[in-house]
């Protein structure tokens, strides 16, 4: 997958050295393919080393205050285990994202007809304290006994509609942190927790779909007041994919003429992987198998698709084999938008 539209937002902070591990290795990968990400980044680098030139005799701690005040505009994910990279991640993305909102933008419609972009992120904040609760960090308002995704949305949505856009950000923000905190301290054991998302997921896969919602959201956030975001990293939109192949088999099996006992393969671009599926989740996948249908998309469309934000019957696919089947896929594959 070609990350300039990522790199061109990461160039300011490599040149100076404020970017992570990760971002920086993808800039620099990225540099040596595109002249022009390479002509902008040699010029940022040489003003930023100009900071520190005696010649030009800049104000004692001149450096020290740019850098503070680029990671103070981009505060880092929080850390986290591997595999909830991709939700602390996407964490920090939205945070940026909102961190300089005008009062209006707030109160623009940015998902479903009618949540405000306040909303949404009271929503979102919803939504992740049901891993909260599941990984024993305290959230407010409480949960309740068997309380679903809808159920928990409307009680956090009646408490944060009382409150100011910003307070809504830090407590959602505060209870990030605190998961990744937990996770980072290895309680619970990844393998020892279900968190209920629609679907009973185990916690790896839960903070996958936290990841993956987030993101898409970002975009409707980004749509709705005329800013520009970025897609996740490589390394991010992988696992997210995986998750949405492996789901799909619960959504097809209720939405796919039959018979059941056949398989599609998906052919992600961009993400170095295909993915052989059946169509009804109790069906093995033999070693050995002949898909009825193959189907060849872009990973970031495909994500953008299972996630509710692209037409079926436009997307830009190839399909090989029975074109029928393909399609009925394609246009199956949405209906998985409420679970991520």
């Known amino acids: 997958m070609d990350n300039h539209e990522t790199v061109v937002h990461l160039i300011g ?9 990760v971002e920086e290795k993808l800039v620099e990968s990225h540099l040596g393919t595109c002249p022009a990400c390479t002509e902008e980044a040699r010029g940022l680098r040489e003003a930023a080393a100009g900071i520190v030139d005696d010649h ?4 004692a701690g001149a450096r020290a205050r740019l850098l503070s005040a680029a990671r103070s505009r981009r505060r880092p994910a929080p850390a986290a285990p591997a595999y909830a990279a991709p939700y602390a991640a996407q964490i920090a993305a939205l945070e940026l994202l909102l961190s300089d909102l005008a009062p ?50 409307a009680a956090v949505l009646r408490r944060e509609r009382q409150r100011s856009p910003e307070q809504t950000m830090r407590s959602w923000r505060a209870q990030a942190d605190a ?25 790896a896969d839960a903070l996958t779909a936290r ?21 996740p990293l490589p390394e991010h939109l ?5 998750l949405a192949v492996r789901l799909l088999p619960r959504v097809t099996s ?30 093995p996948v033999p070693a050995v198998v002949r898909p009825a249908a193959v189907l060849t998309l872009d990973v970031v469309e495909f994500c953008r698709l299972v996630g509710g934000r692209r037409d079926p019957a436009r997307i830009a696919v190839e399909i090989e084999g029975d074109t029928t089947l393909a399609r009925e896929v394609l246009a199956a594959a949405p209906a998985m938008a409420p679970v991520p």
Do not use: K, N
């Open 13 to 21: 902070a490599w040149a100076l050295d404020a970017c992570s591990t």
């Open 56 to 59: 030009l005799r800049p104000p």
């Open 104 to 153: 209006e933008h707030w109160r623009r419609i940015a998902a479903d007809g009618e949540l405000t972009v306040h909303d949404l992120l009271a929503h979102l904040a919803a939504t992740d304290g049901l891993v909260a609760a599941a990984v024993g960090v305290p959230v407010q308002p409480p949960t309740e006994p068997g309380e679903g995704a809808a159920a928990r949305t």
């Open 179 to 203: 998961v990744c905190h937990a996770l980072l301290a290895g309680h619970p054991s990844p393998g020892s927790v279900t968190v209920d998302l629609g679907w009973p997921l185990p916690l």
């Open 211 to 231: 990841a993956f919602e987030i993101w898409i959201h970002r975009e409707d956030i980004a749509a709705a007041t005329g800013r520009r975001t970025v897609t």
């Open 238 to 242: 992988h696992p997210m994919a995986d």
């Open 254 to 283: 209720r939405r796919v003429a039959p018979p059941l006992d056949r398989y599609v393969r998906w052919r992600l671009t961009g993400a170095g992987e295909a993915w052989t599926v059946p169509l009804h989740p109790s069906m």
